[in-house]
């Protein structure tokens, strides 16, 4: 695993120096990271570099997982579409789940470290646990929720203002709230089996064991399957381009162990698929994950990412650091990544997704200098370093009420 040290080449010594003085102002402070699961979707693929890169700066970050049964996260996926924006029914009864569910949690959850991070909703009651004791609260929200259903954000806001503070990874997604909130985007790790340079003969097995040939350019969505990742609209999409362009796609997903719905909308998009040959529908061992995610992103010809809604798409930054062309939703954090024109094309249909898949297809040297525009931006801002300097400067002004702090 990659230590401190060997991100030196990629961002440059003083940014590495920088993140050694923030560490040594947190010596003693044991920053512990709650969430819902430890493998699937970002946040899991943000802790599992975070807390160790962390810990050999000098900082004790720790994790902790709840556990919830399948009616609980089938609960919580609601309050995340709904969050989303997404239109969910949520019968009364399940506030009062959720509460009883949480009480559960609570009891359950040893708090120890001296800055609580809890990520997201699924785990958002475990404040009542907090006292006062002087450890400091922050809740970590993942979630776009500048169109939130009102009704679920008014539940969870009685939970929300008792915390000291809240991250949003977009300006866009900050509420008006009367608590500090602060904007830290996500981050991709340049140096994680994901992401890593990795040989052609690599890249060629992976695609040998799916039955991916390179005989017709390959476009490519890598997503759980989730409805607001709108894997049936990218098939809409291809099924368009292959009009004009010979080409085929892979839908490459998984699943989390708090995402309930999967299942079903895996069976909606094999259903959609037709059996087309051209169309390959990937699910991904766990234990090969990263280095087949790793592969099929290299062997790309263009990269699909036409999410409905968007926390932040991690998978747009790693495609991009792989420097391929992307073609993208204007929704949630992807325009942050995505500079329209000049790193990517952002797109907000089934027919724009379509016509500026084509656009790259039919020009390579556009697609190219696109992708290469894409990498520089990831470096700039996108990489794991400079969210450990944020989350560390966060964690520092905790201790400071004030908005300027000499260190
Ligand atoms: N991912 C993966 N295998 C899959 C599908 C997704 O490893 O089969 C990873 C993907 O590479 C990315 C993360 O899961 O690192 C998804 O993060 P993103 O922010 O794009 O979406 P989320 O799932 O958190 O909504």
Same mark, same amino acid.
């Given at each position: 695993?990659?230590?401190?040290?060997?991100?030196?080449?990629?961002?440059?010594?003083?940014?590495?120096?920088?993140?050694?003085?923030?560490?040594?102002?947190?010596?003693?402070?044991?920053?512990?990271?709650?969430?819902?699961?430890?493998?699937?979707?970002?946040?899991?693929?943000?802790?599992?570099?975070?807390?160790?890169?962390?810990?050999?700066?000098?900082?004790?970050?720790?994790?902790?997982?709840?556990?919830?049964?399948?009616?609980?996260?089938?609960?919580?996926?609601?309050?995340?579409?709904?969050?989303?924006? +997404?239109?969910?029914?949520?019968?009364?009864?399940?506030?009062?789940?959720?509460?009883?569910?949480?009480?559960?949690?609570?009891?359950?959850?040893?708090?120890?470290?001296?800055?609580?991070?809890?990520?997201?909703?699924?785990?958002?009651?475990?404040?009542?646990?907090?006292?006062?004791?002087?450890?400091?609260?922050?809740?970590?929200?993942?979630?776009?929720?500048?169109?939130?259903?009102?009704?679920?954000?008014?539940?969870?806001?009685?939970?929300?203002?008792?915390?000291?503070?809240?991250?949003?990874?977009?300006?866009?997604?900050?509420?008006?709230?009367?608590?500090?909130?602060?904007?830290?985007?996500?981050?991709?790790?340049?140096?994680?089996?994901?992401?890593?340079?990795?040989?052609?003969?690599?890249?060629?097995?992976?695609?040998?064991?799916?039955?991916?040939?390179?005989?017709?350019?390959?476009?490519? /969505?890598?997503?759980?399957?989730?409805?607001?990742?709108?894997?049936?609209?990218?098939?809409?999409?291809?099924?368009?381009?292959?009009?004009?362009?010979?080409? /085929?796609?892979?839908?490459?997903?998984?699943?989390?162990?708090?995402?309930?719905?999967?299942?079903?909308?895996?069976?909606?998009?094999?259903?959609?698929?037709?059996?087309?040959?051209?169309?390959?529908?990937?699910?991904?061992?766990?234990?090969?994950?990263?280095?087949?995610?790793?592969?099929? /992103?290299?062997?790309?010809?263009?990269?699909?990412?036409?999410?409905?809604?968007?926390?932040?798409?991690?998978?747009?930054?790693?495609?991009?650091?792989?420097?391929?062309?992307?073609?993208?939703?204007?929704?949630?954090?992807?325009?942050?990544?995505?500079?329209?024109?000049?790193?990517?094309?952002?797109?907000?249909?089934?027919?724009?997704?379509?016509?500026?898949?084509?656009?790259?297809?039919?020009?390579?040297?556009?697609?190219?200098?696109?992708?290469?525009?894409?990498?520089?931006?990831?470096?700039?801002?996108?990489?794991?370093?400079?969210?450990? +300097?944020?989350?560390?400067?966060?964690?520092?002004?905790?201790?400071?009420?004030?908005?300027?702090?000499?260190?």
């Amino acid at each position: 695993m990659a230590s401190i040290k060997d991100y030196r080449p990629i961002v440059g010594r003083s940014v590495i120096e920088e993140l050694e003085l923030l560490a040594a102002h947190l010596k003693g402070v044991v920053v512990q990271n709650i969430n819902s699961t430890a493998v699937g979707g970002g946040v899991a693929e943000i802790l599992t570099r975070f807390i160790p890169l962390l810990r050999e700066l000098g900082v004790d970050a720790r994790w902790d997982v709840i556990k919830g049964d399948r009616r609980f996260f089938e609960v919580t996926k609601k309050f995340h579409n709904a969050l989303h924006g +997404r239109e969910e029914e949520i019968p009364d009864g399940i506030y009062e789940f959720f509460l009883n569910e949480g009480a559960r949690i609570i009891d359950e959850t040893d708090i120890y470290g001296d800055i609580v991070v809890v990520h997201d909703p699924q785990p958002i009651m475990l404040v009542r646990k907090k006292r006062r004791d002087g450890k400091k609260w922050v809740w970590r929200c993942h979630v776009d929720i500048a169109h939130a259903d009102k009704r679920v954000f008014a539940f969870l806001k009685q939970f929300i203002m008792k915390y000291d503070g809240v991250i949003f990874s977009s300006p866009l997604f900050s509420r008006r709230l009367a608590l500090r909130q602060f904007l830290i985007s996500p981050s991709i790790d340049p140096l994680s089996d994901k992401n890593k340079e990795i040989p052609q003969e690599t890249i060629d097995s992976v695609l040998k064991k799916y039955g991916v040939k390179r005989d017709k350019p390959v476009i490519t /969505q890598v997503s759980r399957f989730d409805y607001l990742k709108d894997p049936v609209g990218v098939i809409d999409a291809f099924n368009l381009v292959k009009k004009y362009n010979d080409c /085929q796609l892979v839908l490459a997903g998984n699943s989390a162990a708090d995402d309930p719905e999967s299942d079903k909308v895996l069976s909606e998009v094999r259903e959609k698929a037709c059996r087309d040959p051209d169309i390959h529908i990937l699910l991904i061992p766990p234990e090969q994950n990263d280095i087949d995610i790793n592969a099929l /992103q290299r062997a790309s010809t263009v990269i699909i990412q036409k999410s409905i809604r968007e926390g932040f798409g991690l998978v747009v930054s790693e495609a991009l650091w792989k420097a391929k062309p992307v073609v993208a939703s204007a929704v949630g954090g992807i325009p942050l990544q995505v500079e329209h024109q000049r790193g990517g094309l952002l797109c907000r249909s089934v027919e724009g997704s379509a016509r500026a898949v084509r656009q790259l297809l039919n020009n390579p040297e556009y697609a190219g200098w696109l992708g290469r525009n894409g990498k520089e931006h990831i470096r700039q801002n996108f990489l794991l370093t400079r969210h450990l +300097r944020d989350y560390m400067l966060l964690f520092i002004a905790l201790y400071h009420g004030e908005d300027i702090i000499h260190l």
